[in-house]
């Protein structure tokens, strides 16, 4: 079975331009989860999906990042236009259950996509 | 938030079993504990789960306290492997978004 995967594994972009993060979950995995990690800083969570609904965006930065999961398949993550602070690395995670079953479920994390903003 | 606290490091000899604790006294009573790792330059990766009761898999055993306020994530035999940053995650009903600490960086001395 196929893991999480994301592309690009790095991305170097200049500030003020557009990336965007490809992630491919577990196939048959209806949640989809974005996190991050910035220089120095812990893990934070980004968003969650629910097939293509946004179930829960409460850790998105700004409105400069877009995510979308059309189709409730793979989810992009767009950061336009990105800052020098976006530097990072970005981690998709998948898992399977909802409620309480959820609370459960073991998240599968893709290797990251590291992002490097000039 | 239910937050945990873990020890920034620690350290194990290669072949020993390792002791890693983590604290969450305001768990709730349907939070889940999960411990992941990250290895470098990798994603966090499953270690193993458990609610009430003390569990075991093929890579650890995690030890809840009665009042479930702490816990312990046990590896039998540290390998060089092992050597990773763990995290202790509590997850709650319906909320499953993880909050990832500072976790316990783990050295393995050979």
Known sequence: ?118 | DAKTTQPNSMESNEEEPVHLPCNHSTISGTDYIHWYRQLPSQGPEYVIHGLTSNVNNRMASLAIAEDRKSSTLILHRATLRDAAVYYCILTAYNFNKFYFGSGTKLNVKP
Request: aromatic share 10%; hydrophobic share 30%.
């Open chain 1, 1 to 118: 079975e196929a893991g999480v995967t994301q592309f690009p594994s790095h991305s170097v972009i200049e500030k003020g331009q557009t990336v965007t993060l490809r992630c491919d979950p577990i196939s048959g995995h209806d949640n989809l989860y974005w996190y991050r990690r910035v220089m120095g800083k812990e893990i934070k969570f980004l968003l969650h999906f629910v097939k293509e609904s946004k179930q829960d965006e409460s850790g998105m930065p700004n409105n400069r990042f877009l995510a979308e999961r059309t189709g409730g398949t793979y989810s992009t993550l767009k950061v336009q236009p990105a800052e020098l602070e976006d530097s990072g690395v970005y981690f998709c995670a998948s898992s399977q259950e909802r409620g309480l079953a959820g609370a459960r479920d073991t998240q599968y994390f893709g290797p990251g996509t590291r992002l490097t903003v000039l």
